[in-house]
């Protein structure tokens, strides 16, 4: 139990959802009261009025499963390991930390899991809801107390207290200082060169101008200042998109691509991020894949490499080219056909950005 409230990797969050305000004492005892994971892999929970919740998702790695799990205010007296079925290979209530109590739901390899379409659902003051899956066999119950309504509960206030637990890699973007940075960013493609093409004729130069123009609103309103290589649907050479990067007092290049498979391998997905020369491109491109990774679970790191590509060679600030998925994998594809997936990609790169402006200047 020690071992894994110890490990560091613990602390490396994939997704989390914030879920309500009012705080507890620290000291107090556990806020959750009870908790049942039903047949329909619905987890329901039972907790004191008004408690603010912190719910987690982190993939798998080499010593765990995919794992969720929910902080509550208050210390839990008696840390336990509960044997899961089906799915659920376990089940541990431990202590993260003094005056805290920790659910944590391990789940089994094989399960499929879409933890961005996961939503915590505050029932009334003190009972929340969230499917996390769908058997595919049947699942035994699993839980301690009793989660059901309380004849004696407050008043029912459903506008408040029906949270939409949000999943966003990170809800706050770090802070630089306002007017004193400079991005280009390099929409890959356009025009009569749609980039790669992909399931269902989703095409490249689409899917990278939107994810761009987000960057750009969400930098912008950090205060710093952004130029797109292209706005539109227009055809741009590589060497004006350098010259035009190369003209500007830019402070790093961000070209924004995505990926096609040779033959059209449904089952080839994955990110990747390249840098030319430098070790500021590759600490950029580090912060950049790390973020990108975030928001899309499941699809494989394909890491920071160097490459030669032109726009990344030839400009003269560090640049990096980030390939936000393979159009033409299942996976990846799937998931870029959506606004509300490009949006997130959108806001892990801008993440990164920030970062590496935040430290390196
Ligand atoms: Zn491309």
New binding site residues.
């Given amino acids: 139990m020690s071992k894994f409230l110890n490990n560091k990797l613990f602390r490396y969050l994939a997704v989390f959802l914030f879920l309500n305000s009012a705080i507890l004492p620290v000291k107090s005892s556990s806020a959750l009261a009870a908790w049942a994971l039903k047949t329909n892999g619905v987890l329901e929970l039972r907790t004191k009025s008004n408690t603010n919740l912190k719910a987690y998702f982190q993939k798998a790695n080499q010593l765990y499963g995919d794992r969720f799990w929910v902080d509550f205010p208050g210390e839990l007296k008696n840390p336990r390991t509960i044997k899961g079925n089906g799915p659920i290979e376990e089940i541990r209530l431990g202590k993260p930390s003094d005056g805290k109590t920790r659910l944590v739901i391990e789940f089994k390899e094989e399960t499929y899991l879409a933890p961005l379409t996961w939503r915590m659902v505050g029932l009334d003051q003190n009972r929340w809801r969230i499917k996390l899956f769908t058997p595919k066999y049947a699942f035994k119950e699993i839980g301690e107390g009793f989660v059901g309504k309380r004849i004696t509960v407050f008043k029912k206030n459903q506008n408040s207290n029906y949270v939409r637990g949000k999943v966003n890699n990170n809800l706050q973007l770090p802070n630089v200082k306002q007017n004193k940075f400079s991005v280009v960013i390099d929409p ?2 356009g025009g009569p060169d749609p ?2 093409i992909g399931i269902g004729g989703i095409r ?1 130069s689409d899917v990278v101008l939107d994810v761009s123009k987000i960057v750009k609103k969400l930098l912008s309103e950090k205060g710093v200042k952004v130029r797109l290589t292209r706005k539109n649907e227009i055809d741009l050479d590589l060497s004006p998109r350098v010259s035009f990067a190369n003209k500007t007092d830019a402070d790093i290049f961000v070209s924004i ?2 990926n096609a498979s040779r033959g059209k391998r449904r089952d080839i997905n994955g990110l990747e991020t390249f840098y030319f020369r430098g070790w500021k491109g590759r600490f950029l491109a580090k912060k950049i894949q790390k973020e990108i990774l975030r928001v899309s679970p499941g699809s494989p790191d394909r890491g920071v490499k160097q490459g030669r590509f032109y726009v990344i060679k030839n400009t003269k600030m560090p640049a990096v080219l980030v390939e936000i998925g393979f159009l033409t994998g299942r996976l990846d594809a799937r998931r870029l056909e959506k606004a509300a997936h490009r949006k997130r990609v959108a806001y892990a790169i801008t993440k990164g950005i920030l970062e590496y402006l935040s430290k390196v200047g």
């Fill in positions: 890959g493609h980039g790669a490249e691509h995505a």
